[in-house]
């Protein structure tokens, strides 16, 4: 049976081999992360404003802010990307938009990913606007005293680069190729049946050694 010594005489021993696999993947995450299209993110915020502050209205307000992001239909999105030049699907959009209703706090929050910064602050603002005239028609379906309108807090605006996140990639496949390279140190050594010091022999026969002869 290894002692804890062993385990890491074994580490000291096959370092080359994790340093060379946690080197690899690493590697192979930063060609992956420069492969990927770069999406960059901007985003826009709404206040939510309601036509008058009672209890009932506030605990509608998650349930309404939740059918939101439904009323962006596809005719919508289409024409928002005609409008924008964008040459884009609504499917395709659909994928890159996050519409976060935050009732709590009353706002609206809309995140948009996409392979130009700039269209991605115009998508971001014309989503809103959309948004916002498509709100203000669902209040005729309600009472006048019931009426929840939102309005622009934050204009759209470049905030990140959405992906690929290189530094965190590469760091998250160093740390998985020293997990591997840890792991194949200790099947390597497994796998190998030769006596490479005192130590061994003491091990695997149970005797002390009285001495050993010297290389020349």
Not at 111 to 138: F, H, I, M
Request: glycine letters at 6%; zero cysteines.
């Amino acid at each position: 049976m290894l002692r804890p010594q062993d385990y890491v005489a074994i580490l000291f021993r096959r370092w080359w081999v994790i340093v060379l696999i946690g080197f690899a993947s690493a590697a192979a995450a930063y060609g992956f992360s420069k492969l990927q299209t770069p999406l960059y993110r901007a985003q826009t915020t709404y206040n939510v404003i309601t036509s008058r502050y009672d209890q009932g209205l506030t605990m509608q307000l998650p349930s309404v802010m939740g059918n939101w992001p439904g009323q962006l239909t596809d005719a919508r999105l289409q024409e928002i990307s005609n409008q924008l030049q964008l040459d884009r699907t609504p499917d395709y959009l659909r994928k890159y938009i996050a519409i976060q209703p935050q009732p709590d706090q009353l706002l609206l929050t809309i995140n948009v990913d996409y392979p130009d910064p700039k269209k991605a602050v115009e998508l971001a603002d014309a989503l809103g606007e959309t948004l916002k005239s498509e709100v203000a028609g669902l209040n005729a379906l309600r009472l006048s005293t019931d009426a929840i309108n939102i309005r622009v807090q934050q204009p759209a605006k470049y905030i990140e680069l959405a992906s690929p996140k290189t530094k965190i990639n590469v760091l998250a496949g160093g740390i998985l190729g020293g997990i591997i390279g840890i792991l194949v140190a200790f099947a390597l050594e497994y796998f190998d049946d030769r006596i490479k010091s005192n130590n061994d022999i003491e091990r695997w026969t149970g005797l002390p050694t009285l001495g050993s002869i010297p290389e020349h």
